[in-house]
């Protein structure tokens, strides 16, 4: 019996299908395509390069960095699974972990499944989820953005976008026709201590009705050549040990996002804009705005472009990030990558050309140039 159970298992393992995208996600404008039954599915993808970096601040000079890490997308891997309960309803799960290649550990602040670990049910009247997921503010992120979470683009003007997501979630996402409509609430976005965006110490739910609560709205369209997505998101903060100055219930941080893309021939032209009210820091109103290009140049190479300006209002702080990145597809799977950001800081900014972990540091208001080439797999 043990042995029909694993050869089972395998057999559903081989099956399921594959639902695709850089976060194994399904993010499309429809629903994945069930199996009829049961069915489970492994699957990840592995990023690593080499990182070039340079004007490192080392003390009262500065220094270039030769280091490993990913370049494209942080590694995960995952497991995901759905049963037919009849009538075009399925009951689904994800668990999905990151981790970083070179060194085996576990990202998104030591968490098992840091990127996603929800169940729910999926059918005609839309997805339903509790758990660890993405919030909405993710999904209007993910068109026109073709350097997605990457260490590149623009996760170093916002260390929102590479984590997008929300502890002890409730998320409904529906379609109609063209259309997706979504809604996220979390009753305590961040229960790891910590302090990063990604371990902030905010774990609410048994605390006053807005400590460490979060929610997400979404609106999207996407046509024959061209979508458009609109989310809104608001973070309350938590006590004095929250990371990020969000120090109190009172305190905010709050993102209004519309981005979208036109795709002509080849290539894809995609625009977004962030307005940002973040009462944790000093100057807490913000604009980032950004425009992009992806293009098959061939079957196997395609090139990727931004240029992107972040600048807080009534203050000398701002940033100015050029990034270029080609990309050769070995096959369906796998593709080899060179990638280089150039950043601009103005005022007192600080920010980095590289988001890998650690953060190398900039000097403020000087620039600075990462350069990465590596390798990618998804399975």
């Not at 623009?154 to 529906?174: E, P």
């Not at 605390?207 to 046509?223: A, D, F, I, Q």
Request: overall charge positive; charged content about 15%.
């Amino acid at each position: 019996m043990k042995k029909i159970a694993a050869c089972a298992f395998a057999a559903l393992i081989c099956t399921a299908p594959a639902w695709g995208g850089e976060t194994g996600e399904n993010t499309s404008a429809g629903y994945p395509s069930y199996p009829s039954g049961s069915a489970v599915t492994i699957y990840g993808l592995i990023d690593q390069g080499v990182e070039f970096v340079n004007n490192v601040p080392t003390g009262k000079t500065t220094s270039n960095a030769v280091r490993e890490g990913a370049g494209t997308a942080t590694s995960y891997f995952g497991m995901r699974g759905s049963e037919d309960l009849g009538g075009g309803t399925h009951a689904i799960f994800d668990l999905q972990a990151g981790f970083a290649p070179n060194t085996g550990s576990s990202l998104q602040g030591g968490r098992l499944f840091g990127r996603q670990s929800y169940v729910g049910l999926d059918g005609p009247y839309g997805r339903l989820t509790f758990g660890r997921q993405y919030t909405m503010r993710f999904f209007a992120n993910h068109e026109g953005n073709p350097f997605g979470t990457g260490a590149q683009g623009l996760t170093t003007l916002d260390n929102g976008f590479a984590n997008a997501r929300a502890d002890n979630a409730v998320s409904y996402r529906v379609h109609l026709g063209g259309f997706e409509a979504g809604l996220n609430y979390s009753f305590g976005r961040d229960t790891v201590v910590g302090t990063t965006s990604v371990a902030s110490d905010c774990p609410g739910e048994t605390t006053p009705s807005t400590e460490c609560r979060e929610y997400s709205t979404l609106l999207k369209y996407e046509g024959k050549n061209w979508g458009i997505t609109n989310s809104y998101e608001r973070q309350y903060g938590g006590t004095s040990a929250t990371w990020g100055g969000l120090t109190s219930p009172k305190k905010t941080d709050s993102r209004f996002i519309i981005s979208g893309h036109v795709d002509i021939s080849k290539a894809s032209i995609g625009a977004g804009w962030i307005r940002r009210d973040d009462e944790g820091i000093a100057t807490p109103k913000s604009n980032l705005f950004w425009l992009s290009s992806k293009v098959r140049v061939m079957p196997s190479v395609s090139i990727d472009s931004m240029v992107a300006q972040l600048k807080y209002d009534g203050s000398p702080n701002k940033a100015l990030v050029l990034v270029l990145r080609g990309q050769y597809f070995l096959s369906k799977t796998t593709a080899v990558y060179l990638t280089g950001e150039h950043i601009k800081n103005g005022g007192k900014l600080a920010l980095s050309a590289s988001n890998l972990s650690p953060v190398p540091g900039a000097v403020p208001g000087g620039s600075q140039i990462s350069i990465i080439a590596g390798i990618r797999h998804t399975f």
